[in-house]
């Protein structure tokens, strides 16, 4: 990987940790709030999941009284 | 076998056929479903976890046309980037602008001596892919860019979008990163959110999918980010034969060995178009541009033992359930309307049947889609809703709830008086049967009758009737017909105005 243009302070990966070579936290920190984002991706389709089975039960319900 | 037994295994062979052609109607809504449930996997299987600090020296190339009303503002942005200046340089390549273009891009390159660079092109209108060529030639002629960005000259890049893009080359896998483009435009209307909602399930949705199974189907043209090996090896050009560019250059790329990856939380912002008109004259370039990879890579499709991941079942399910949406939508109205002359009940059973699983598939994409990109859909929520359009709206609820609708239905005509005969109902299912392809042609007239009389309120009302994705359908359709024909490749820019707003 190369090393080039790392020298502006403030962002996330251009902190003399990590021109040193090291992960440093803001940059983690970034990847690590992605990450959680994309695994409640899959909380979320259970949750929808959820509301397809629960209107195909009142589909049902609705076709029995009928 | 006598004749009284081979004919009705005859009729029910025909019966059987024509059941699997209505049934053609759910492989697009099951795909889609798949394809949504897999970007839901997306926590799981993703590039996060190759990422590193990556700031490489970046050449980004700008395509412009007449763009003056953005242009602008766009160099001015990317030279506010959360990435070290001295680390990017703009080539704006103007493709022989009339307008006030080259003025403003000299502007700024005096402004930003040694960042911002003109290119002129004296006789341009050869379309955007000769364009961008002019400029990567220029800018791979030195050795000073190590990554190259491709963007629209109208696409808003905020701060952090180069580096959450440039931290995926890192991994020397990755041949090119692409980002997620959210409609910015503001205020906006029906059209452009409806697009912002489209924008989500085609790129946020569809492309996790496709990380999941790591294999793109297209970078997006407005924000690509290449290595300059992946530039390099794909012949340091971009493809000037079709008019999907950026798609002949996603396949390049991963038929290279190179990964090709997209990152949903590098957001940028493009302008839509906010008519009809305009947005079905892009989709037709795009929608041709398709038909024409297919061709093109006809020897590569549903091949799983390629190693590139093109040729993978799944992918090739998203990429024909897309490409033959308007085909199976066609054949599957035909099987219906076939099957109600020769056997209404198991018409009836057949229609139900496609109906239910569109209806379930319906809920589940729309639902999960709202959530993937939430602020867009706080935004959209009506057109999301309203996506199928009014009349497969209503034939949703019917197929999810036939008591409560036919009771309405039923109010609706005591209320208006009307008394239907036999034959005039009959003659109302005839027309439900038929509204999968009818609903195609509905969506056209909103095209055609925007620029009729009346046509500023006539054209918004068919769209929300026959619907946006049967738009889409017609638009595919069109494409077909204009490949057939052989008709002429024209680049036609889609109109910007600078209403897009970061926000």
């Known amino acids: ?36 984002y994309e695994r409640r991706l899959l909380l979320k389709a259970h949750l929808c999941l959820l509301v397809i089975a629960m209107v195909a039960v009142l589909r049902q319900t609705f076709l029995l009284v009928e | 076998m006598t004749m009284g037994g081979t004919l009705p295994a005859v009729v029910s062979v025909g019966k059987g056929l024509l059941v699997a052609a209505v049934l053609l109607g759910v492989v697009p809504v099951l795909a889609g479903t798949y394809q949504v449930l897999l970007a839901a996997g997306h926590g799981w299987r993703n590039h996060y976890g190759r990422c590193a600090p990556y700031f490489p020296r970046t050449a980004i190339i700008i395509p412009a046309w007449n763009e003056a009303a953005v242009i602008g503002g766009s160099i001015d942005r990317l030279m506010r980037l959360e990435y070290p200046p001295e680390s990017v340089r703009v080539y704006v390549v103007d493709d022989a602008s009339s307008d006030a273009t080259p003025d403003i891009v000299r502007a700024k390159a005096r402004e930003h001596p040694g960042r911002v660079v003109h290119l002129r092109r004296e006789h341009g209108g050869q379309g955007k892919a000769h ?53 910015g435009s503001r205020p906006g209307n029906y059209l452009t959110r409806f697009i912002a909602f489209e924008y989500v399930t085609a790129q946020a949705a569809a492309r996790r999918g496709q990380n999941v199974l790591g294999t793109l189907a297209c970078l997006a043209g407005g924000a690509q980010l290449h290595s300059r090996a992946n530039l390099e090896a794909i012949g340091g050009q971009i493809d000037t034969s079709s008019l999907a560019e950026d798609t002949v250059t996603t396949f390049k790329t991963q038929l290279a060995g190179h990964r090709a990856v997209f990152d949903p939380h590098a957001v940028v912002i493009a302008e839509e178009p906010g008519q009809v008109a305009a947005l079905w004259r892009q989709r037709l370039r795009w929608a041709r541009g398709n038909v024409q990879v297919t061709l093109r890579y006809r020897r590569l499709w549903f091949r799983p033992s390629a190693p590139h991941g093109l040729g993978g079942v799944s992918f090739g399910l998203f990429w024909f359930s897309v490409l033959l949406q308007p085909v199976f939508m066609v054949l599957a109205t035909a099987g219906l309307v076939t099957l109600f002359f020769a056997d209404p009940v198991l018409a009836s059973h057949a229609f139900r049947g496609v109906w239910i699983v569109t209806a379930l598939a319906y809920l589940l994409i729309t639902l999960l889609t709202l959530l993937i990109d939430p602020t867009t859909g706080r935004r959209c929520w009506r057109q999301a809703v309203m996506f199928p359009g009014l009349v497969s709206l209503a034939l949703i609820f019917y197929a999810l709830f036939p008591g409560p609708a036919s009771y309405l239905f039923e109010q609706l005509l005591s209320l208006t008086g009307v008394t239907l005969t036999h034959r005039e109902e009959r003659g109302i299912v005839l027309v439900i049967y038929l509204w999968l392809a009818v609903s195609m042609v509905v969506a056209w007239l909103a095209k055609l009758a925007e620029q009729r009389p009346g046509g500023r309120w006539l054209s918004p009302v068919l769209l929300h009737v026959g619907g946006y994705g049967p738009l889409l359908c017609a638009v595919t359709f069109a494409a077909y017909v204009k490949e057939a024909r052989r008709a002429e490749l024209t680049w036609e820019k889609t109109e910007k105005t600078g209403k897009a707003l970061s926000g």
């Open chain 1, 1 to 36: 990987v190369s090393t080039a243009g790392r020298q502006r302070p403030g962002l996330p990966g251009t902190s003399p940790l990590a021109r040193r070579g090291r992960r440093e936290p803001a940059f983690d920190a970034e990847l690590r709030q992605a990450q959680r």
């Open chain 2, 131 to 183: 364009t961008l060529n002019h400029g990567l030639a220029t800018a791979l002629a030195d050795g000073w860019a190590q990554a190259l960005l491709i963007m629209d000259a109208d696409v808003i890049f905020p701060p952090p979008s180069l580096r959450l893009l440039s931290r995926h080359l890192a991994d020397p896998r990755v041949g090119a990163v692409t980002g997620y483009i959210r409609e």
